[in-house]
């Protein structure tokens, strides 16, 4: 054998290695083309080239160790399908309405904020290309662009995303804005009331400002052996001071239906519906603030039973593929919202990227039901599943 023989043996060797084929951050050795695209995570491979890696991390991160961003993910591996054969699944349909809106799919786009850290255009671009595939968008209340301008953009229906502050005037302004501007629903967010511990975004010193003044001032009232404004120094938002007396005030004036975005106990979901919420969405707020809490479509089930028919349930966390959404349904989410995927499409490929990572999660979906014998959403039911304990 020839030593170029040889190389080319152990080369061949290395590159059908089960080691290196199963490392999952590999990045191709050339940039894609948006048509070779075939998984989500192609598309978060992508948008890691192409944006700068505080940006990359600000997306991609969690708080602390990071538990529960990798929770939301794992926790999907615990449920198994039993799907049912010999069913007319000819006609596949996904279509539902949600407080009073008709969309083609059960997968809609999280609120997450500053998408201009990806692509100039930000949410600009992410509400067109929700619009291509006609489902919602919710946007953020730390948006890069004001909620008139993207509502101007937008070609289909948005949510608006409330974080209470700085007043309680200024939150209803913000509110009536959003409504003005044609946002058919409010998800205010309670599992905020303080700026989290996210190592990636402090390494890269991505603190953002109004956390930056309370730290020094904090550091400084220490120093001086004065008390601190908040408790420990701790930078805080307005919504620490909120009760659900807040829920009561919030949906006399929304005019809209008002969703509790952040619930992960059935106690909670029940006092959702006793102070008038339309709806609930379970949420960790995808691993970026309380870090060890569980993996949402594992307290699914239990927030499901606790409201019964009295209001729909969505959830959001670690969806990333259509089956991960049919799990969703089966233990009996209305539909689902995903956050860092349409920000992988919008750094990859703009507001074409944000388009075909709906389209991509929209068929993947369509299969996983066929497959599984359940030709529409009334179909889905907890028979479906198999939940590990």
Same mark, same amino acid.
């Given at each position: 054998m020839t030593r170029?023989?040889?190389? *080319?043996?152990?080369?061949?060797?290395?590159? #059908?290695?089960?080691?290196?084929?199963?490392?999952?951050? +590999?990045l191709p050795d050339r940039m894609p083309a948006l048509e070779e695209m075939i998984s989500l995570f192609d598309f978060d491979q992508v948008c890691r080239r192409r944006i700068q890696r505080e940006a990359y991390d600000f997306v991609?991160?969690?708080?602390?160790?990071? &538990?529960?961003?990798?929770? !939301?993910?794992?926790?999907?591996?615990?449920?198994?399908?039993?799907p049912r054969m010999l069913v007319d699944v000819t006609r596949l349909d996904l279509s539902l309405t949600l407080f009073g809106t008709r969309v083609e799919m059960p997968i809609l786009v999280a609120p997450t904020g500053t998408h201009s850290r990806v692509?100039?255009?930000?949410?600009? $671009?992410?509400?067109? /290309? %929700?619009?291509?595939?006609?489902t919602i968008m919710a946007v953020s209340s730390t948006s890069s662009f004001p909620i008139?301008?993207? %509502?101007?953009?937008?070609?289909?229906?948005? &949510?608006?995303?409330?974080?209470?502050?700085?007043?309680?005037?200024?939150? =209803?302004? =913000?509110?009536?804005n959003a409504v003005a501007a044609g946002c058919k629903a409010v998800c205010f967010t309670v599992d905020a009331p303080y700026y989290p511990h996210r190592e990636r975004d402090l390494r890269n010193r991505l603190v953002r400002p109004e956390v930056q003044r309370e730290l020094l001032t904090a =550091?400084?009232?220490?120093r001086s052996g004065e008390a601190p404004a908040s408790p420990y120094g701790l930078p805080q938002r307005f919504t620490a001071q909120l009760t659900w007396s807040f829920v009561d005030e919030l949906v006399s004036y929304a005019k809209v239906p008002v969703l509790i975005k952040g619930i992960l106990t059935a106690d909670d979901a029940r006092l959702a519906v006793a102070h008038g919420a339309?709806?609930?969405?379970?949420? !960790?707020? #995808?691993g970026r603030y309380l870090d060890f809490t569980p993996g949402t479509i594992e307290v699914l089930p239990e927030i499901v039973d606790a409201v019964g028919a009295k209001i729909p349930?969505?959830?959001?966390?670690?969806?990333?593929?259509?089956?991960?959404? @049919?799990?969703?349904? $089966?233990?009996? %989410?209305?539909?689902?919202?995903? /956050? *860092?995927?349409p920000? &992988?499409?919008?750094? $990859?490929?703009?507001?074409?990227?944000?388009?075909?990572?709906?389209?991509?999660?929209?068929?993947?979906?369509?299969?996983?039901?066929? @497959? $599984?014998?359940?030709?529409?959403?009334?179909?889905?039911? +907890?028979?479906?599943?198999?939940?590990? =304990?």
């Open positions: 170029r023989e040889a190389t *080319r043996g152990f080369l061949a060797l290395l590159a #059908g290695s089960p080691a290196l084929s199963a490392q999952p951050d +590999r991609s991160g969690g708080s602390d160790d990071e &538990w529960t961003l990798r929770r !939301n993910r794992e926790a999907f591996s615990k449920i198994t399908l039993r692509h100039p255009e930000g949410e600009l $671009a992410t509400a067109r /290309g %929700a619009g291509r595939v006609k008139d301008r993207i %509502a101007k953009d937008a070609t289909g229906p948005l &949510w608006f995303q409330l974080y209470a502050g700085p007043d309680a005037q200024a939150t =209803r302004e =913000r509110v009536e =550091r400084s009232a220490r339309a709806g609930v969405i379970v949420s !960790n707020h #995808g349930v969505l959830i959001d966390g670690g969806i990333r593929r259509g089956t991960d959404v @049919l799990k969703a349904l $089966a233990l009996g %989410a209305k539909a689902v919202l995903i /956050g *860092r995927p920000l &992988w499409g919008l750094g $990859a490929f703009g507001e074409t990227g944000v388009a075909r990572v709906l389209e991509m999660l929209q068929t993947e979906l369509a299969l996983a039901m066929g @497959l $599984a014998g359940k030709p529409n959403l009334a179909a889905v039911d +907890r028979s479906l599943v198999s939940v590990e =304990r």
